[in-house]
């Protein structure tokens, strides 16, 4: 039992909650010999969805929440007043060491407030960022920070540089990531206020590989494997690469629906168009990483399905055996506490 | 001559200047006898083109200029340094009211530069920002702030949507259009500093049609007619927007590509793609007009050819006729003077 990743799982988070959310920590105990899942929520629906199955059952735990958050909630509140809410008593596990690692399809305001203020931060870390991956040409992109904390810091954007390149060195495997920072053209004395005072402390962090500026028009194209910037301009980098992407394909169906030439068309184009839009999906690479945290806070889509959770557990798996925690302390170390 | 309105246009500007410059140029004389326009730039070679062209020759003046500044000038310097080029001579005209708008497709910082150094702001104006139309899945919306002017304040934000608010309704003609800020989140709560220091003043502004805050999700659904954010955001949103879309395309066409079945598919889906995606172009309401100065300043894609250009002189002459910027002074003076 020694070497298995105890992962703390939101079974009452997400539109398909909690049917997928078991289904999905059914399959990953399945693959996998050394996670162990904390199914965290209402216990008589959890018990009832997991009777349907046979799996290991030493790997799988229920753990009794008898309230749920939902979206629409004020998030503090929430965090603060459902103290049985599957979110805070998941969250609690890792808090105390019980969990490793917490997977939730839940309220990414709850999350994100949870995971500040039961899980807390790592000595010496001043923000947690929220870091989505994103589609791109080539692959994938981690998008740091997409998270609550506006106007942060020049410092606190070198901490996102760095874990950000941890992770993706050693969760999703790119060696020697190329770090950029968003910026709206590529001359280093270009950018806001942030930006210029932000570029030289990347510039000169022996830690990363730093690339220089990333434009937007580039970020679709694969250009960098860690993107930096606040995370006022992440959460519209997020949210408009969502909205213009179903804009576009809406657009396209459209197009297909107007004559009967095109209809035809679109029968024959249909399964090859399908395939393609999945490579432009990053929730094959797990779900997004709340970082910094004293244990792993990873979000996935409210509408995630089985085979995203059990991504998001195989996520958790690497990310506690890599000791991605141990390599952002560090990090820290080596540079000193990086002031507020 | 009178009601005549005279555009300046850079003819050495953009991939196909000169032909594509006079070319536009013709076809817009031929279609409006209310405008006239100067072509700025190398004589020689405007005078070769127009040879090919029967059009109103009082309603065309060549006016030369020997330099041409191009797209990889640092932009202060090459205002400063050429000032016989077609962007600094046709700005000059602006200036002393020889003409009353400037088209270019040239380089975007001269441009912007020029516009800011050249023709200057309207008195009270603190900010000139580049408003470019974005489309949407039902037209068009403007993007205001795209410019070069970073890190803005929260009066400037309130003077972008008032003056977005006026070209949205008498040039591109939505009635009482609808402005929105770029936020993070619906509620008023939410944002940056500078959102939530700039909610309040677009609230309890009468002039305008505020709706409240927009996440960039809805950015591409058409949600806002114009769309408030501070130059650093605006720019992402921009660059983002044609990143995303021709990655999105290039995806597409590979996966048509993909397979036999697939590619005949293609051939017959061709014609009705294209149309549906030359609905989703925001070029055909013109170009991106610069803001707030004693004079229209337009500027349109590096790209743009013949039509792009006629249509941005079309512009040109709706924003001379409406007297939008004797409109932005009488927004001004019924506030009173906007503080820095």
């Known amino acids: 039992m020694e070497n298995m990743v105890r992962v703390a799982l939101d079974a009452m988070g997400g539109d398909y909650a909690p049917k997928e959310m078991v289904k999905g920590a059914v399959e990953a105990v399945k693959e996998r010999s050394d996670v162990k899942v904390f199914l965290v929520g209402i216990e008589e629906q959890i018990t009832k969805e997991l009777s349907q199955y046979t799996y290991p059952e030493e790997q799988i735990e229920v753990v009794g929440a008898s309230e749920v958050i939902i979206n629409d909630e004020p998030p503090v509140n929430a965090i603060r007043k459902k103290k049985d809410s599957s979110i805070v008593k998941a969250m609690t596990m890792v808090k105390n060491q019980e969990a490793d690692a917490f997977v ?93 005072e932000t570029y030289p402390l990347l510039k000169n962090c022996p830690d990363i590989n730093f690339i220089g500026s990333i434009e937007a028009r580039e970020i679709p194209n694969g250009y960098a494997d860690v993107i930096v910037c606040e995370a006022f301009v992440g959460n519209v980098i997020l949210k408009l690469y969502e909205g213009l992407g179903s804009a576009l394909l809406h657009k396209v169906k459209e197009g297909l629906m107007s004559t009967l030439r095109s209809k035809i068309g679109a029968l024959l184009i249909k399964p090859a168009l399908k395939k393609t839009m999945k490579d432009f999906d990053a929730d094959k690479y797990g779900g997004a990483p709340l970082l910094g945290l004293n244990g792993l806070v990873v979000k996935i889509h409210g509408n995630a399905e089985a085979n995203t959770v059990k991504t998001a557990i195989t996520q958790c798996i690497t990310f506690g055996k890599q000791e991605i925690n141990q390599k952002i302390r560090d990090g820290l170390d080596q540079e000193g506490t990086v002031e507020q």
């Not at 981690?142 to 950000?164: E, S, T, Y």
């Not at 060195?169 to 990531?177: A, D, F, S, T």
């Open 104 to 196: 939730s399809a839940g309220s990414t305001g709850a999350v994100l407030v949870g995971g500040q203020l039961i899980v807390g931060r790592i000595s010496g870390i001043k923000r947690a960022p929220l870091a989505p991956l994103i589609p791109t040409t080539k692959g994938v992109s981690l998008l740091i920070d997409c998270g609550a904390n506006v106007d942060a810091k020049a410092p606190h954007l070198l901490q996102f540089a760095k874990m950000g390149s941890i992770y993706m060195e050693h969760v999703v495997g790119i060696k020697n990531p190329r770090v950029a920072i968003v910026n709206v053209g590529l001359e280093e004395e270009k950018g806001n206020a942030l930006v210029k």
